[in-house]
């Protein structure tokens, strides 16, 4: 599904209005039906049992805001509405809503923190409409203003929270939140989902997002092109290359997983457990001497071969030749898992990098190896690099999150070091070289412990050892990851669930995708 900027919303209005002569009023009361129809659907008993309450800003989002209430009054809510903001400076078709909603006997009231009585009015009301901001909101609200206030009483509203279009202080193309923001139970956003209700803080305190259609024309959203769309199942189906019903096992990739050490054992058989739950004909896996057995004993689907170690355990940059000589013989490289910080391991990993021309999938320690080495990266351009940090890793590389968010820092880094970068973690984002990011729609906190991300490198690189594209391969392999979390967390919970578990659910997954 595309994902669009606040920058591309206003242009598509704008068109609306302007090229196609739809009346901006009619935008309005089309979003307004919307909202009130979600408040509607959430009230616990009939309307006429319940009461709401709607905070508007000045500008056209407040507008839809103010219709809502006027809607959701003759449904037969008991509803005030409260003008977080100056009445001057309301827009014109914000002022004609609050003309209407006077012709019903309701009049748009100031909003007053300190009055213990419109507190009192939020508090008790089965429903409560945010509509503050919109989109356009790209700076901090000021903690001791009156919108802050706004924002900290709707949170503590018992009652369920529905956001106009976007809930007020998340930023809408990054989903950074902008000094507060209204935590709500359901977003009503209209034409097309925002970045910024994807990615970042903002994913969650959108709550369910349901895009409405007010009335901007299919033309227009076809003709807006949106370098950011979310993974769906479809996805993920279209990113599995199809078994031949005659293949034998050299016909399905082969992979080669590099990793391990005395510390860390379970990283390289969890890494070969996602290869093998996912088509590829022949997993390969080369571990430091003093661990092989341990491995040759586990991994009963993969090949296990010993390297040589250096004095902590790691392998040792010695093992290079054998690494590539295995290589040769194989479709992709799957390099990281378990390794260590040992130095004599990263420069295994570096020159590695540099000297094959074969699609690697760099995760762990494998990206630890590239740090204060950026360039290795720029050096591979015209090669397949796959990258699969966590925020911490993707730090080690002068990702700075901070500033920019999630989306636009990995599109960045994505696109200057022509690699394809999966920066894990809620929402995973796969950035492109071309400056497409693809955010996932699976997973959860089950996900969340040591070994998931074992898994998820020895996924994708199987899809990419059996032909799928490389940013199908990544994309993909996360949906595929996520949903089969999604899977063991339902059957186990997500306290219980392993990545064992989950690399187990990956049959389950295949099958309601109907691939076979």
Request: hydrophobic residues 45%; proline residues 5%.
């Amino acid at each position: 599904m595309k994902l669009a900027s606040a920058a591309q919303m206003r242009e598509l209005d704008r068109r609306a209005i302007e090229i196609w002569n739809i009346p901006s009023i009619d935008l309005m009361e089309r979003a307004a039906e919307s909202v009130a129809r979600a408040a509607l659907d959430l009230l616990p008993e009939r309307p006429g049992k319940c009461r709401g309450a709607v905070f508007c800003g000045a500008g056209n989002n407040g507008g839809d805001g103010i219709a809502a209430a006027r809607l959701l009054f003759l449904a037969g809510l008991r509803v005030r509405v409260f003008l977080v903001g100056d009445y001057e400076k309301l827009t014109p078709d914000a002022m004609e809503e609050t003309a209407r909603l006077s012709e019903c006997g309701i009049e748009l009231e100031s909003f007053l923190p300190e009055d213990v009585n419109q507190s009192a009015w939020a508090r008790s009301s089965q429903v409560v409409i945010d509509a503050i901001f919109g989109v356009g909101l790209s700076r901090a609200i000021d903690p001791d203003s009156r919108y802050a206030a706004a924002v900290q009483l709707m949170n503590r509203c018992p009652g369920a929270v529905v956001a106009a279009d976007i809930a007020s202080g998340v930023e809408a193309d990054t989903g950074r939140i902008l000094g507060c923001a209204v935590r709500a139970d359901k977003t009503v956003t209209f034409t097309l989902p925002k970045i910024g209700q994807a990615v970042g803080d903002g994913a969650v305190f959108s709550g369910t997002v349901e895009v409405a259609d007010i009335g901007i024309p299919v033309t227009l959203q076809r003709e807006t092109v949106c370098p950011v769309q979310t993974v769906e199942a479809e996805f993920a189906r279209l990113a599995v290359p199809r078994r031949k019903p005659d293949g034998h096992k050299g016909d399905f990739g082969k992979v080669l997983i590099v990793g391990g050490s005395a510390a860390y054992t379970g990283a390289p058989y969890l890494t070969t457990l996602g290869a093998a739950h996912s088509g590829c004909g022949l997993v390969f896996l080369g571990v430091p001497n003093p661990i092989w057995s341990i491995e040759a004993m586990r991994c009963v689907s993969a090949m296990p071969f010993p390297l040589p170690a250096g004095q902590s355990g790691g392998l040792s940059r010695k093992a290079l030749p054998a690494v590539l000589e295995k290589l040769s013989h194989c479709d992709v490289l799957a390099i990281g898992p378990g390794l260590g910080r040992d130095e004599d391991t990263a420069k295994l990993v570096r020159e590695a990098l540099l000297k094959t021309e074969k699609p690697v999938v760099l995760d762990a320690d494998g990206i630890n190896a590239l740090e204060g080495h950026i360039d290795i990266l720029d050096q591979r351009r015209g090669r397949t690099t796959i990258l699969t940090p966590h925020d911490g890793e993707f730090a080690r590389l002068g990702g700075r999150l901070a500033k920019l968010g999630r989306a636009e820092t990995a599109r960045r880094f994505a696109q200057a070091h022509a690699c394809i970068l999966v920066l894990k973690g809620h929402r995973t984002i796969t950035a492109t070289p071309a400056g497409n990011l693809l955010v996932n729609t699976t997973g959860g906190s089950g996900l969340a412990k040591g070994g998931s991300g074992d898994v998820l490198t020895g996924l994708i690189a199987s899809l990419l050892a059996q032909g799928a594209p490389a940013a199908g391969a990544a994309a993909g392999g996360v949906w595929l990851h996520g949903r089969a979390g999604d899977l063991a967390s339902e059957r186990l919970t997500p306290y219980c669930m392993t990545p064992e578990d989950m690399a187990a659910e990956l049959p389950n997954v295949f099958r309601e995708l109907e691939i076979s």
